[in-house]
């Protein structure tokens, strides 16, 4: 909220809009009570379809300022925040939280209550307390837990959504049957793979062939190059991440990590693709099974949610 009252470049540029998207939310966070329903107001004349109060971020900078995570150690700061927001707010508020600050202080049944009472119409459960890591599974039976205590408290009224570990649709099936959410919420499944939500919902069966990986980059290369014009330099830097995610899972893809890393211009970019698909039969598939990408990834320490956050959330509590 701090970047948003100083106008910060880097968070305006995040709640820009394409003409193309017909839905989008913003997120926001604050240390206070205060702060979070000032940048609600200032949102109100922003063209978004929804409000998310983060209170599930781990990354330390924003938990050491009282946001994301940090507003799982102050119940009661949930309860007020939650309905100056929904009071304030012109659109749908909706929350995301993780299970507690850590296993010894998992509180999320109480915090659950609390924004349901509170009036948001929509709860995001993030199977992990703030203190573990992605190499600790998603704890399902205790999303399940927070969901039920939420519609209790709401009379049946908020949907709850449940985050985590969702690399596929048996991950996705698996969170619906055993957490008992209305629905789920992809994160780093979707990372180099935003065939995720085809494949969920069942319109994508199987894994994209090199031709079909190939096109999609070309597009998301295209998208990325319009959208950072003013910042021709920028532009060919920022992508560098998509691709190692992009590249995961295709013969030889470890060994071309230098060159990718190396790539200065859109053109060299697009060249390296074509050039490594030509080298590939166009209908070899990415990985066998989504569960082998998911051992792959956890084998690898694939941790990017957290890097993007990282990177991302450099505007909280920014001043210029």
Known sequence: TNAMHHRNSRTQEM??????????????????????????????DKPFDTVDIN????????????????????????????????????????VKIRLGYSR?????????????RAGAVMLTIHGRCKSENYSTPVDLLSIREGAE????????????????????????????????VDGVMVSRGALGSPWIFRQILGTMTGEPTVAEW????????????????????????????HLMWYFSGYPGARSMRP????????????????????????????????????RHRLAQGFDPKFDMDRELDRGVGAEG
């Open 55 to 94: 209170m599930g971020c781990p990354v330390r900078k924003v938990v050491g300022n009282g946001c994301g995570s940090g507003f799982l150690r102050d119940p009661a700061r949930v309860s007020a925040t939650v309905e100056a927001a929904v009071t304030n707010s012109k659109a749908p508020l909706t």
């Open 214 to 241: 190939r096109d999609v980059i070309l597009r998301h290369l295209d998208y990325h190059a319009e959208y950072y014009q003013p910042y021709e330099e920028l532009a060919p830097l920022l992508f560098r991440k």
């Open 15 to 44: 709640m820009s809009r394409h003409v193309s998207e017909e839905r989008l939310g913003v997120q926001i966070t604050g240390p206070t009570v205060e702060s979070v329903t000032s940048g609600i107001r200032l949102l109100n």
């Open 259 to 294: 060159t990718l890393g190396s790539l200065e211009t859109i053109e060299s970019i697009r060249e390296t693709v074509l050039e490594y698909a030509d080298t590939l039969p166009p209908t070899l598939p990415r990985y066998a099974t989504r569960e082998e990408m998911a």
């Open 104 to 116: 010894e202080e998992k509180n999320v049944n109480d915090i659950a209550e609390r924004i349901a």
């Open 149 to 180: 205590a939420a519609r209790a408290a709401s009379g049946g009224r908020i949907t709850v959504i449940g985050n985590g570990d969702l690399f596929g649709p048996k991950d996705a099936a698996r969170m619906l049957e055993v957490a008992g």
